[in-house]
């Protein structure tokens, strides 16, 4: 074998082995231990949408409610610091998909409360049946409560976000409250996925 050819081979060898480097995340890796991204709901410009309207982007699901008076907007406010991080052509590879999963989130209600975090951020609802479904694939716990309250009813539920890649598989499980250091590499990282 030539010199070039030896030069060559041991070229391609290294690059492949660079472009198979596994990925060390930060949040719990789940790749494939959860349902791939599915549903159907409407969104908040009112237009029936399913997983295939967001594909070939990162999707970042999570569920709360936008009368949420800590985990949500604590949560989004994190996830919008997190995107901001990223540059422009990196932001414009990812969603956040925000399910409303109180019976008073209103497409337009969750329109109105995804634009405080950004662009990224698109508020999901749909039939209480809808949502039972979709929080039961997900594994998703929330508790819609009588309250002794003047807004009648009060809501409990988990602050886990899926990470879905662009073929809408699952990916991550992230939490609000990793540093967001953490949560921007591994963003970066889930948009470095071809």
Same mark, same amino acid.
């Given at each position: 074998?030539?010199?070039?050819?030896?030069?060559?081979?041991?070229?391609?060898?290294?690059?492949?082995?660079?472009?198979?480097?596994?990925?060390?995340?930060?949040?719990?890796?789940?790749?494939?231990?959860?349902?791939?991204?599915?549903?159907?709901?409407?969104?908040?410009?009112?237009?029936?949408?399913?997983?295939?309207?967001?594909?070939?982007?990162?999707?970042?699901?999570?569920?709360?409610?936008?009368?949420?008076?800590?985990?949500?907007?604590?949560? *989004?406010?994190?996830?919008?610091?997190?995107?901001?991080? /990223?540059?422009? #052509?990196?932001?414009? =590879?990812? @969603?956040? $998909?925000?399910?409303?999963?109180?019976?008073?989130?209103?497409?337009?209600?969750?329109?109105?409360?995804?634009?405080?975090?950004?662009?990224?951020?698109?508020?999901?609802?749909?039939?209480?049946?809808?949502?039972?479904? *979709?929080?039961?694939?997900?594994?998703?716990?929330?508790? /819609?409560?009588? #309250?002794?309250?003047? =807004?009648? @009813?009060? $809501?409990?539920?988990?602050?886990?976000?899926?990470?879905?890649?662009?073929?809408?598989?699952?990916?991550?499980?992230?939490?609000?409250?990793?540093?967001?250091?953490?949560?921007?590499?591994?963003?970066?990282?889930?948009?470095?996925?071809?």
């Amino acid at each position: 074998m030539s010199l070039i050819k030896k030069t060559l081979f041991i070229s391609i060898l290294i690059l492949s082995a660079c472009t198979s480097k596994k990925i060390e995340w930060h949040s719990q890796d789940v790749s494939g231990a959860i349902p791939i991204l599915e549903f159907n709901l409407t969104a908040e410009t009112g237009k029936e949408v399913n997983a295939q309207t967001f594909k070939d982007k990162v999707n970042l699901l999570f569920f709360g409610f936008a009368d949420c008076p800590h985990i949500c907007p604590m949560t *989004l406010d994190v996830l919008a610091q997190t995107i901001q991080k /990223l540059d422009a #052509s990196e932001r414009a =590879q990812i @969603n956040v $998909l925000f399910v409303g999963i109180d019976p008073r989130d209103t497409p337009a209600r969750l329109k109105e409360y995804t634009q405080r975090f950004g662009p990224e951020f698109i508020g999901l609802t749909g039939t209480q049946e809808n949502l039972k479904a *979709l929080s039961k694939k997900y594994l998703v716990t929330y508790d /819609l409560a009588q #309250s002794n309250s003047m =807004q009648g @009813n009060e $809501l409990t539920h988990s602050s886990i976000i899926y990470a879905f890649d662009r073929e809408g598989k699952s990916k991550l499980l992230m939490r609000g409250d990793q540093p967001k250091e953490h949560l921007v590499e591994d963003v970066r990282n889930l948009i470095s996925i071809l």
